[in-house]
C-alpha cells in the first residue's frame, strides 16, 4: 500500500483557515485520496475524497496537486470543535472488494481561540 | 439514522479472561471493520466482515476473532487477554459492495483494561 507522510502537529487559530498537508510520492494511479478525522475521545470520522479534481464539501476542501503526489486539506474557518487528529489516507480504487483503511499517525490540529 | 453502536463503552478484565464485544452498524450497511487502537500503535485493522463472511484480516493472533449476523451486527472475541490487549477497540461501518473503497462510519469503541 502507498505510504503517506503528515506533519505530526499543526496550530491554528479559530475563525482562521487551515491547510493540512499530506505527501504521497508513490501515489498509483488507481488510488483515492481519503482524509478522516478523530476528535477527543471519539472514532474517526470520514471528512472528504478525491481522485484527481479538487473536492468540497461541507466539512472541508480537498486540493490534489497535479501530479498527485500531494494535497491539502482545507478547514475554511477553524472553529474550536476542529482540534482534532487528520488522517490522510490512500486506497485503492481496485484494491479488492474490502474497506481496510491504514492509518498512518495523522496530524494533531491545535486551535487555538 | 442511528449511528454505529457499540456496546459495552468501557470493560474491564483479569490477563487469561475472555471478552466480547459487540457493534450495531448503521442500517443498511452489510460491511463491519474492527480497529485497535493504542498509544503505541496507533489505529490497526484487525479484520473485515461482509454479508456474514470474514474479507480481509489483519496482522493479529489468533487470539483475536469476529464473525457476523445476519442482520450485519458483530461481535469480536478476544481470548485469553494480555495486558497488551488494553486497547480501544473501534467498529467502523459501511455499505461494502463489492469494489469496497467507501467511505466508513465509525462508532465510539470500547475502552478494554486489562490488568
Known amino acids: 500500500d502507498a505510504k503517506t507522510t503528515q506533519p505530526n502537529s499543526m496550530e491554528s487559530n479559530e475563525e482562521e483557515p487551515v491547510h493540512l498537508p499530506c505527501n504521497h510520492s508513490?501515489?498509483?494511479?488507481?488510488?483515492?485520496i481519503h482524509w478522516y478525522r478523530q476528535l477527543p475521545s471519539q472514532g474517526p470520522e470520514y471528512v472528504i475524497h478525491?481522485?484527481?479534481s479538487n473536492v468540497n464539501n461541507r466539512m472541508a476542501s480537498l486540493a490534489i496537486a497535479e501530479d498527485r503526489k500531494s494535497s491539502t486539506l482545507i478547514l475554511h474557518r477553524a472553529t474550536l470543535r476542529d482540534a482534532a487528529v487528520y488522517y490522510c489516507?490512500?486506497?485503492?480504487?481496485?484494491?479488492?472488494?474490502?474497506?481496510?483503511?491504514?492509518f498512518g499517525t495523522g496530524t494533531l490540529l491545535a486551535v487555538q481561540p | 439514522k442511528a449511528g454505529v453502536t457499540q456496546t459495552p463503552r468501557y470493560l474491564i478484565k483479569t490477563r487469561g479472561q475472555q471478552v466480547t464485544l459487540s457493534c450495531s452498524p448503521i442500517s443498511g450497511h452489510r460491511s463491519v471493520s474492527w480497529y485497535q487502537q493504542t498509544p503505541g500503535q496507533g489505529l490497526q485493522f484487525l479484520f473485515e466482515?461482509?454479508?456474514?463472511?470474514?474479507?480481509n484480516k489483519g496482522n493479529f493472533p489468533g487470539r483475536f476473532s469476529g464473525r457476523q449476523f445476519s442482520n450485519s451486527r458483530s461481535e469480536m472475541n478476544v481470548s485469553t487477554l494480555e495486558l497488551g490487549d488494553s486497547a480501544l477497540y473501534l467498529c467502523?461501518?459501511?455499505?461494502?459492495?463489492?469494489?469496497?473503497?467507501?467511505?466508513?462510519?465509525f462508532g465510539p469503541g470500547t475502552r478494554l483494561t486489562v490488568t
Open positions: 478525491g481522485l484527481t
Open positions: 489516507i490512500l486506497r485503492d480504487a481496485y484494491g479488492g472488494a474490502t474497506n481496510k483503511l491504514i
Open positions: 466482515y461482509f454479508s456474514e463472511t470474514q474479507r
Open positions: 467502523a461501518s459501511s455499505l461494502g459492495g463489492e469494489l469496497g473503497n467507501y467511505e466508513q462510519y
Open positions: 508513490t501515489i498509483s494511479g488507481t488510488d483515492y
